[in-house]
């Protein structure tokens, strides 16, 4: 997938912008039209917008509930039905998915606020996402498969617990002047084929 300038995508007050993060992701994400996707923390709602522009049916959910707000107003601005959900994580999100998608706030840092949630990821760096892990096997469907972006800013031995039932493939990455962003696509041992089979 690439990025698409003809989407209309609009920045809000209080919620995290699109970034070269975003933008990584974008480039590695692979989706099928009609396939059930969820992405986690959509901020602006551009992966959700272009996710759903290629056909996947999407749903979008966020702690921060301007962000769930700002999610719905892109995705009308580009005539597109999305599904937003106000959620810590999965706590209200229903149903199972074939995609998952993530970009976790990873910063090692201790912050709170709504702004703030989209980078504070605990001491670690790594809080929200071992959540996260943790809670996503029972929402992905056969085969499934999850997207997500990962720092050098974060500790790798935090993770790595949590990793292990993940069979994991480093796709795209992008080297920044104080960091390191990459993008694994992780599956279930069980669909580890599908992992490699293109969409």
């Known amino acids: ?20 993060d975003s933008l ?15 992405e986690m923390g959509s901020a602006t709602g551009i992966i959700s917008v272009h996710c759903a522009a290629s056909g996947a049916v999407v749903t979008a959910a ?40 993530i970009n976790p706030p990873y910063l090692p840092v201790e912050e709170r606020g709504d702004m703030e949630a989209s980078w504070a990821g605990g001491e670690d760096g790594t809080g929200v996402l071992e959540r996260f892990l943790i809670d996503a096997p029972p929402h992905l469907n056969d085969g499934g498969r999850i997207y997500v972006l990962m720092s050098s800013l974060m500790r790798a031995a935090s993770l790595s617990c949590v990793l292990t ?35």
Not at 1 to 20: F, G, K, N, T
Not at 70 to 99: M, Q, W, Y
Request: proline share 7%.
């Open 1 to 20: 997938m690439r990025y698409d300038p003809s989407l209309q995508i609009e920045e809000c007050e209080h919620v995290y912008p699109p970034h070269e």
């Open 62 to 101: 966020d702690v921060n509930p301007h962000a769930v707000s700002c999610t719905r107003k892109n995705a009308e601005r580009n005539g597109l039905e999305i599904e937003t959900v106000h959620s810590d994580l999965f706590l209200d999100v229903p149903g199972k998915f074939d995609v998952i998608i």
């Open 165 to 199: 039932q993940y069979h994991r493939e480093r796709l795209g990455s992008r080297k920044l002047f104080f960091e390191e962003l990459w993008v694994e696509r992780l599956t279930l041992p069980s669909s580890k084929a599908s992992a490699r089979s293109p969409p």
């Open 24 to 38: 990584l992701l974008l480039e590695v994400i692979e989706v099928e039209r009609g396939e059930a996707l969820l």
